[in-house]
């Protein structure tokens, strides 16, 4: 288990950018994948972007592809999530998580959340 502090949610208007943070209290191997899952009021949870420290592998949520980019910076132990092209159904609580795989993540460590509010 590791710490992770998110941070950079907020409101944005649609179009928009926002990048959120997800700093790693440390890098093992269970945390060698991390990445980013929200929830918007009356909905499931959705996965939306990881990436792995080894392999940099990265995987997107198809609501996400081509507007989303995922990043790591291996000194900070901290991964990126810029949201560009933002739209009102983007608005949601956006989780980080980190695990051992992409797959596994929900079985991890999560963060506590950090709001983003995309208006029309």
């Known amino acids: 288990q590791v710490n992770l502090v998110e941070s950079g949610g907020g409101l944005v208007q649609a179009g928009g950018s926002l990048r959120l943070s997800c700093a790693a209290s440390?890098?093992?191997?269970?945390?060698?994948?991390m990445g980013w899952f929200r929830q918007a009021p009356g909905k499931e949870r959705e996965f939306v972007a990881a990436i792995t420290w080894i392999g940099s592998n990265t995987d997107y949520g198809d609501s996400v592809k081509g507007r989303f980019a995922i990043s790591r910076d291996n000194a900070k132990n901290t991964v990126y999530l810029q949201m560009n092209s933002l739209k009102p159904e983007d608005t949601a609580i956006y989780y980080c998580?980190?695990?051992?795989?992409?797959?596994?993540?929900?079985?991890?460590?999560w963060g506590q959340g950090t709001q983003v509010t995309v208006s029309s």
């Open positions: 998580a980190a695990g051992l795989t992409i797959a596994t993540l929900t079985e991890g460590s």
């Open positions: 440390a890098r093992t191997l269970s945390s060698n994948a």
